[in-house]
Structures are given as structure tokens and as C-alpha cells.
């Protein structure tokens, strides 16, 4: 593959660095009361649009088949919204006493928080062959419970840095994410056909927004000359990221392929993904209202812009190992379920 051709393929990536090059060159277009008006457009305008797009993307119609999985999907929300976040947050009970930048330590928490993310789980889930109907219903129904349960978890570790009140956070929440999604979902009921004709590319679309919402944030942080980014840290906490992925995927793997544990090999594969995939596209609009005015904001987001790159990265590489365990895995089944008994 051509350099032209990858860069196409990996433009938000690519994107990613522009935008924050471009705030460190030029932050006062993006600050608050500048050129952009982030206080309006990102906040309001900009994460709205994007949970617009979620709701008028989302094949509801395809979760139906997977809807009965009921262990499958206990056990991919458990995992993801309960024992992440705890595994992190003691995880950080050590890595507090390193010299490890507290802001990023902080930011690993936020990661932990966040949502499965509605696409990268299932483009690999079916990449490898797993069962995708599962991988779809965890994501979608993921991202919805993300809405309520993730704020929550935030505020749980973290709490609120910002002057805003709780009810404020929520309310702005339901103004600039449930409606909208709600919203997408209705009109997709009457679009449907011309959806479905068209195919919008709703993910690069999705994926445009958040590069300006990034722009915006980093922007805040260059026009403080307070903060500075510690690159020996910056380079640990994207080793742990890495070590935390590779342990979670073998932690879920391990638990979904013990004796008893009753899931296919394809379920095993959907469970891997949806697990330890968090979500940058739900992620970072979250942690913008949350957060809102919090001069660290940015630095807290940076292990969620790492953590994204490094689980399609990671999963990418690891795709034709998974695809050959399943395969031998399905025709080991085939072959006991043929013996004579």
C-alpha cells in the first residue's frame, strides 16, 4: 500500500496530529470568545450534530437477532462499565507514586469510563468472522447505557473539576446527546429506504466534527502557558495503554473459552472487541461537558486520543491469529459433534 493510499485510509489519525500541530501553531482561534466560538459551536453545535448522526446511523432493526444473548451481552457491560473501572482505578493507586503525569493518570481513568465505541468492535468482529449481531447490539446498546452510566463513573472517580452543577452537566447531557440520538433514530424510521440507497458516510462525518472538537480543546490548553505535556510520561502511559488492551483481551478470552463458560468461538471474538474498546467519538464530547472550563481538560483527554489509534491498531495486527483460533476452534466442534457417542 502506497503512502498516498494509507494516509486516505488513516486520515482521522493523520487528522489527529494536524489539529493539534495547528492549535499549538495558532490556540487563539479556538479559545473561547475566538474566531470559532467553541463555547457554542463545539458545545452545543458540534457534539449535537454528532449524536444526531450516532441515532440516524444506528440499524436498530439489525439488533433484534441478537437480542435474546442475554449472558453475552451481562457480560460485555459488566466487564467494559464495572470491572474496567475498577481495575484502573487501583491500577492508578500505583502508578500515583510514580512520576507519572497525575493529568494523564487521570486521563487513564476517564478511558476506563467510556462507552464501547459503535464502530471499531464490530468492523473487526466481522473481520475476523466472529458473530457480529452480537458485537453490533453491544456497541449500540453500549454506547445508549454510556449516556447515563458513564457520566456517573466520572463523576464517581473523579468528580467534577468545573463550577458546573450536577444537574447542569445532566441537563446539558440530555439536550446535547438523548435528544439528538432520539432525534436520529426517528428520522432514520422515515429515511430508511433512502439511507439504505445512499450509504452517507456517516463515520467520516462523525469523524470531521471531533477533529474539531480536539482543535478546540487543545486550542484551551496552548493559551495557557501553565500547562506543559511531559513526554517521558506522555510515552508511559502509552505503554500501559498498550499492557492494559493486550491483559484485557487475554483476560476476556481466557473467561469466555473456560469449561462451562457455554460461547462460541464467534461469541468469544465479539466479546474480545466489545470489552476492551472504548469509544473516542462519545468520549471526548462527554468529557467536554463534564469538564467543562477545567483547564486540564485536554491533558486528561490525551490517553483516550491514544487509547483509540492503539485498540484499531492492536486489534488490526491481531485479526489473522484470531480468525485462525476460530477457525480451528468451529472445526474441532464440527468434528466432536460428528463422533459416535
Not at 165 to 179: A, D, E, H, W
Not at 239 to 246: A, D, E, V
Request: charge should be positive; aromatic fraction near 10%.
Amino acid at each position: 500500500m502506497g503512502l498516498v493510499a494509507r494516509i486516505r485510509k488513516e486520515w482521522f489519525i493523520v487528522g489527529i496530529v494536524l489539529v493539534i500541530l495547528s492549535a499549538k501553531l495558532q490556540p487563539s482561534i479556538g479559545v473561547k470568545g475566538g474566531p470559532l466560538k467553541p463555547e457554542v459551536t463545539v458545545a452545543y453545535i458540534a457534539v449535537s450534530l454528532i449524536f444526531f448522526n450516532s441515532g440516524l446511523s444506528l440499524k436498530t432493526e439489525e439488533l433484534t437477532s441478537a437480542l435474546l444473548h442475554v449472558r453475552l451481552h451481562l457480560f460485555v457491560q459488566s466487564f467494559t462499565l464495572i470491572f474496567f473501572p475498577l481495575a484502573v482505578w487501583l491500577l492508578l493507586k500505583v502508578l500515583s507514586l510514580t512520576a507519572i503525569d497525575q493529568w494523564l493518570l487521570r486521563g487513564l481513568q476517564t478511558v476506563s469510563c467510556m462507552p464501547p465505541p459503535v464502530s471499531s468492535a464490530v468492523i473487526l468482529t466481522k473481520a475476523v468472522g466472529g458473530n457480529e449481531a452480537a458485537a453490533i447490539f453491544n456497541s449500540a446498546f453500549g454506547s445508549f447505557l454510556g449516556i447515563v452510566v458513564t457520566p456517573l463513573l466520572l463523576l464517581l472517580f473523579l468528580g467534577s473539576s468545573s463550577s458546573v452543577p450536577f444537574s447542569s452537566i445532566f441537563s446539558q447531557l440530555f439536550m446535547t446527546v438523548v435528544v439528538p440520538l432520539i432525534l436520529g433514530q426517528v428520522c432514520r424510521g422515515f429515511l430508511r429506504e433512502f439511507l439504505e440507497r445512499q450509504k452517507p458516510p456517516f463515520g467520516a462525518i462523525s469523524s470531521a466534527v471531533l477533529l474539531m472538537i480536539i482543535y478546540t480543546t487543545f486550542c484551551e490548553t496552548f493559551s495557557n502557558p501553565s500547562i506543559e505535556l511531559d513526554p517521558t510520561s506522555l510515552l508511559l502511559v502509552g505503554l500501559i495503554i498498550f499492557s492494559i488492551q493486550i491483559s484485557f483481551m487475554l483476560l476476556t478470552f481466557a473467561f469466555s473459552t473456560r469449561p462451562g463458560s457455554r460461547f462460541s468461538a464467534a461469541d468469544t471474538v465479539a466479546i474480545m472487541f466489545c470489552s476492551t474498546h472504548k469509544s473516542l467519538t462519545l468520549g471526548i464530547p462527554m468529557l467536554k461537558i463534564v469538564f467543562e472550563g477545567y483547564e486540564h481538560l485536554s491533558l486528561i483527554s490525551v490517553p483516550l486520543l491514544i487509547y483509540h489509534p492503539a485498540q484499531i491498531l492492536l486489534g488490526s495486527v491481531l485479526v489473522p491469529t484470531i480468525r485462525s483460533w476460530m477457525t480451528s476452534r468451529q472445526k474441532a466442534v464440527k468434528l466432536s459433534a460428528l463422533q459416535p457417542i
